[in-house]
């Protein structure tokens, strides 16, 4: 550092042609005769100090001067070590060594080691003397201003929390901070000229090197987070920036690097990650959870209907039974009456024959009603038996087809042959059959068209299912083959609103005298019984559709 | 011919009455009612009946009882019984339902249906009979006349 070139200007502050004062001089010299040339050489631009020996130019330093001219050879110090002890206590100050022509080798010596210049007594002019001394003061602030740089940038590369290195073309180490040294558990002087393969495992080596042939081959800063294994350790995580290093010429001479350990970052970043992820998770769960909650909120829900509906049945069952019973005999005497009259003479001629006949269509009517309560409060029993359910719809048909051409309804049958045996009751399932073909063609007052279709199909999952609110005490099973009967009408269907309590008892759209509200309710009583179902549909573009499920022989 | 004495035992007053009335009208039964239940074998005995109408459901007697003890009557216990009730269907009647070995008729039953059950079972009285003859006749050897 000490052998810069004289007229070099340093980087810390712009040099100065002349001093602004007096240069403040301190000389060291003991021959009067000396110091006197010296002083009349230096002119007035110069203040000047003198003392005869080391130990008071030692402590004549401590006031401020600009230079120290110090002879080598004093009556207390000779030679090379009286510069060396001058400079120790005082090396902010710039110094120029004088000594005799035989000691030239001597002062050389003193330059080497750190002294500005020198001069060799006897030698010296004016111009000479002059030019040492501003440049030895230049020198010393050119010096003094590299130094403060380096300073600045050695305490900071040494003082960065960071790890900094820097590498040659061939990925040899001309660098590491003490903070490297560290963690690699090494000096510099260890580390220099070695390379990654001497501290790392061979493939984080080759790694790294891969990375600084990259760096160098792009010319262009690199960086990374990398996972971290040092020699002794558990695994880190580093932030990396590499870059290319330039030379004067602006040619890649090696890389450089910094690194800094962000395992408490990444750890931070995993951690919030994963809490997120629980987070979700939990989201998921609890919506989970919340689903469930409200598909058994839905199944209470309906559950406690059907509670409700069934006590409903049971107290108007039993009251049915009750009032079927106290009606039946009155009923039985109006029978009896009009049996009686009907053998009368007043029978044989009009109005008493109208009268008569009006009598009984009105007996027939409450005893309908009477007997529909019956077999509704009657107990749940079936009769279960294979049975084909073509000939009982045949059969069913047949007992309707008076009131079918009454009405003026044609009714078509689309029923599929080789259908598997139904497990029925063969009565009981009759008599829906036969309500739901008279339900149909009171649909259809102007006449039509009425529609019977058997068929197997195999039940999707969805088809499986319960629809929603309907009161099954069983299931199907996804899969299952059933037997469908679908009964269609194309008269005036079902108002929406009205579909849902079409199976409720004593409930009827249709008008007084027509119905007893009872038939469905029946209806879907024994359609239970035999484990199968009952709905009704509205058809598009008009009419209605009766479907019923029942199970085969084999189930 | 004598008409058939028919006993009918039920409750309501007005129900026997409408059934004799009718039934008397066609000039082939006598009939005698009874609305008191417990009244009724003691009717049977006097009346010595031909057939009996029985309500199912009394006050105070459950109708399958009366006709058990009907039955177990060493004077009358051959006499066919036919039981009314309010509380069978038309459709449960059709299927054969019998009470005690007895037919069942579901009020309001008409004339007809009364009338027809009532022969069927003077029928099978008559058809019984013969075949009790003929085997006391086998019993008791080659045409014993007294």
Known sequence: M????????????????????????????????????????????????QTPGLREGIAAAHSPFDIVLLDLFLPDSRGLDTFTQFQSLHPELPIVVMSGLDDESIAESAVHDGAQDYLVKGQMDEVLLLRAVRYAIERKRVERALRDSEAFYQSLVENLPQFIYRKDAQSRFTFANRRFCTLLGKTLNEIVGRTDFDFFPTELA???????????GAGKLFETVEEHTPPSGEKENVQVVKSPVFDAHGKIIGTQGIFWDVTARVRAEEKLKKAHADLARSREDLLRTLADLQRSHNRLKEAQLQIIEMEKMQTIGQMAAGIAHEVKNPLAVIRMGIDFLSECPVAAEEPGTTVLRDMNDALHRADGIIMGLLDFSAPGKVDLRPGDLNTLLRSSINLVKHEMKAAQVTVETELCENLPHALVDAIKIKQVFVNALTNA????????VLTVRTYIKKLTPEEAKP????????????GERVLVTEIDDDGVGVAEDKLGRVFEPFYTTK?????????????????????????????????ARVTITLRTERG | MEPKRILIIDDEPSMTRMIRLTLEMTKRYQVREENQAAHALTTAREFKPDLILLDVIMPGVDGGELARRIKADPVFGQVP???????????????????AGYPLLPKPVSLKILVETMENAFAAKAHEKDKAAASTKEANGELPKK
């Open chain 1, 511 to 543: 008008a007084a005298g027509k119905g007893t509200g009872l038939g469905l309710t029946v209806s879907r009583k024994i359609v239970e019984l035999h484990e199968g179902t009952i709905q009704i549909q509205n058809r598009a573009p008009h009419g």
């Open chain 1, 2 to 49: 000490n052998a810069a070139p004289t007229n070099s200007v340093g980087p810390a502050s712009p040099p100065t042609a002349t001093p602004p004062a007096a240069t403040r001089v301190l000389l060291i010299e003991d021959s009067p005769a000396d110091s006197l040339l010296i002083g009349a050489l230096l002119g007035d631009d110069f203040q000047v100090t």
């Open chain 2, 81 to 99: 019984v036919i039981f009314l009730t309010g509380t069978v269907t038309k459709r449960e009647a059709a299927e054969g339902a019998v009470t």
């Open chain 1, 206 to 216: 080759a790694k790294y090197q891969a990375d600084d042939q990259r760096v160098m």
């Open chain 1, 467 to 478: 629809s929603p609110g309907a009161r099954q005490t069983h299931e199907f099973r996804a």
């Open chain 1, 441 to 448: 063609a009171h649909a259809m007052p102007e006449g039509g």
